[in-house]
Every structure is written in C-alpha cells, then in structure tokens.
C-alpha cells in the first residue's frame, strides 16, 4: 500500500471531527422549519451525499420551498449558529505533511459544496496540501463515481495508482464503481461491519494507523 500515487480523502469523518455539528446543525435546521426533526442515526447516515439528496432522503415529503428554507437553515447552523466543536482529528497535518514530504498527490472528494470546503480549507489552513478537489456541486453525489473519475482524468492517474480514504458507506461504494482501492476508517460514521461489505483493502482506527499504511517505514541505522 506503500506504491499509491494518489490518495483521496473524503472529509467529514474522515480528516475532520464534524459529525456532531452536522447532526445538531441539521437537526436545528428542522426544528427551525417546523418539520419532523430526524434521529442522530438517520442524519449520520446520508452525511457525504449532497445536500439536496440528503435532505429528500431526511425530508421525503418537503416542498420545494421546505427544502429552499432547510438548505438556508442547515447553512446558517453550521457556520454560525452552531458552536459544537469541529476540528480536524489528531495526526490529520501530519499526515498531510508526511505524504506531501513523500510526493504523493493528495485530493478530497467531499459531500460539502465548493464554498463549505473553502471555508474549512481556510479555517484550517490546509488547502496547500490538496492538488485537487471535488464537491458535491460540482459533481453527481456519492456514491456515483463521476468525483472520483474526474479526479484521475485531471491529475493524469490511473485507477490502479489512487486509493480513496473515507468513513462511510457511500465513500467505499464510490472507490467500488470507480475501480479505485479504498480504505475505510471508523473516526466517523460508520462502523467496520459495515465498511467491510466494500472489500477494502484495509480499515484502520486512526489517521496514525494509516499513516503507517501508506508509508514506507524508515529504519534508523
């Protein structure tokens, strides 16, 4: 696993600590808007899929103008009106420094949309080690694999040199359709039974962990 010369993250859940924030935001968003406010389980459970097709998901039964008010909502909560912390999990910069150090292309294939990971790229400091990005507007969602096509097609990689890192079901199936390796992590959403029903090549617990992966380990003499 030392030989990938791409490596695609997914974002939340998986180099960012936001899964509460996205649960409470949404579940104020619905509150706010009069509507059925959902379980913790159930927003958990689209958290990478645009926007739009996760609110027909949560909301099946909105109006166009329900889910207008709910886009505005959730946006608002997540940037301003919700203060549950967000930050990037532990080891998340070194390890982007590390396989930066070690000339690998890095990208991100996120369920955000072009503006929300700008705004987390500048919070954190992080866009110089991205060589390429795709969001949820600018692409089909997850788990179609046209962000993950459109990815190699720019950064000139075959699927057999990328490996797609991420915390959900739909960011294994995504690597699946598009013929990428992936790896699950259990930081986020889902758990190692059910990221194993995508035949990763691996799972690991934390950002350390796959540091070890995709590295090759220095020995000291």
């Not at 008010?69 to 420094?97: R, W």
């Not at 997850?142 to 990328?162: H, I, N, R, T, Y």
Request: charged share 20%.
């Amino acid at each position: 696993m030392t030989m990938y010369k791409l490596v695609i993250f997914d974002w939340d859940g998986t180099l960012m600590d936001s899964i509460a924030r996205i649960v409470s935001s949404m579940q104020a968003a619905a509150d706010h808007c009069q509507l059925s406010i959902p379980t913790a389980k159930c927003v958990k459970d689209i958290i990478g899929l645009s926007l739009p097709k996760a609110l027909d998901i949560l909301f099946p039964g909105a109006s166009q103008s329900q889910t207008t008010a709910l886009i505005e909502q959730y946006k608002f909560q997540y940037v301003e009106g919700d203060d549950t912390p967000a930050p990037l999990f532990e080891d998340a910069l070194s390890l982007l420094k590390a396989l930066n150090d070690n000339n690998r292309l890095l990208a991100v294939a996120t369920g955000k949309g072009r503006e929300g990971l700008q705004r987390v790229f500048s919070a954190t400091q992080t866009e110089h080690f991205f060589h390429a990005s795709r969001c949820a507007d600018e692409a089909l969602s997850k788990p179609d694999p046209q962000m993950l096509l459109s990815l190699l097609a720019e950064l000139s990689v075959e699927p057999g040199q990328a490996v797609m890192i991420g915390d959900t079901n739909h960011d294994m199936q995504m690597a699946q359709a598009a013929g990428i390796d992936r790896i699950g992590i259990t930081l986020g959403v889902h758990d190692r039974e059910i990221l194993n029903g995508y035949q990763p090549v691996a799972i690991v617990d934390s950002l350390i962990e796959l540091q070890q992966l995709l590295l090759p380990v220095v020995e000291h003499g």
